[in-house]
T-cell receptor, first 111, second 116 residues
Framework: GQQVMQIPQYQHVQEGEDFTTYCNSS?????IQWYKQRPGGHPVFLIQ?????EVKKQKRLTFQFGEAKKNSSLHITATQTTDVGTYFC???????????FGKGTLLTVNP | EAGVAQSPRYKIIEKRQSVAFWCNPI?????LYWYQQILGQGPKLLIQ????????DSQLPKDRFSAERLKGVDSTLKIQPAKLEDSAVYLC??????????????FGQGTRLTVV
């Protein structure tokens, strides 16, 4: 399966600060999905990126897919306590289109 | 639209006992996944079904874990015998996969297994 490295593994911010997490792959990705998992909860789909250079926005969240389709990022503007959770990027690809998760980035927000 | 249903929500068993988890995916979803999530880690894919066929079970410990998807709808995951390290949340997810394009996966609430 396709592997990605997600950084940072942990991020603690003050409420109102911005936050970014990055996914990097050594191989070209077919597409990539982002999920959020709140503490004690289950992963919830945020978005899917398919096209090279794609940028999508959801309110304070901005998702990017690199031109070479080897990296992706999620940027949150002016974090809120409701943003707390683990953010996962999941590469989609391979003959079976497996949905695999890495360690993700755990975001904590200090009010 | 009803979500992915899982049962039970919680289970406590002794090591060497057996346990089974049940999942009912969203109606019409061809792809079904079982994940194991140990505290502090990301979900680990155990098995992926496409309709009633297995497309990936490379990380399923087949000496003790088994899974089936009855008639391409409901699915059960069994552990026999359980070990202490099997303590985790077991997540079921489903997606409406279209040809060459994955759609979003919907997750159930999970089953929290504690092996003592």
């Amino acid at each position: 399966g396709q592997q990605v490295m997600q950084i940072p593994q942990y991020q603690h911010v003050q409420e109102g600060e911005d936050f970014t997490t990055y996914c990097n792959s050594s191989t070209t990705l077919s597409n990539i999905q982002w999920y959020k998992q709140r503490p004690g909860g289950h992963p919830v789909f945020l978005i899917q990126l398919v096209k090279s250079g794609e940028v999508k926005k959801q309110k304070r969240l901005t998702f990017q897919f690199g031109e070479a389709k080897k990296n992706s990022s999620l940027h949150i503007t002016a974090t809120q306590t409701t943003d707390v959770g683990t953010y996962f990027c999941t590469p989609i690809g391979g003959s079976n289109y497996k949905l695999t998760f890495g360690k993700g980035t755990l975001l904590t927000v200090n009010p | 639209e009803a979500g992915v249903a899982q049962s039970p929500r919680y289970k406590i068993i002794e090591k060497r006992q057996s346990v089974a988890f049940w999942c009912n995916p969203i109606s019409g979803h061809a792809t079904l996944y079982w994940y194991q999530q140990i505290l502090g880690q990301g979900p680990k894919l155990l098995i992926q079904f496409q309709n009633n066929g297995v497309v990936d079970d490379s990380q399923l410990p087949k000496d003790r874990f088994s899974a089936e998807r009855l008639k391409g709808v409901d699915s059960t995951l069994k552990i026999q015998p359980a070990k202490l390290e099997d303590s985790a949340v077991y997540l079921c997810a489903s997606s409406l996969r279209q040809w060459r394009m994955n759609t979003e996966a919907f997750f159930g609430q999970g089953t929290r297994l504690t092996v003592v």
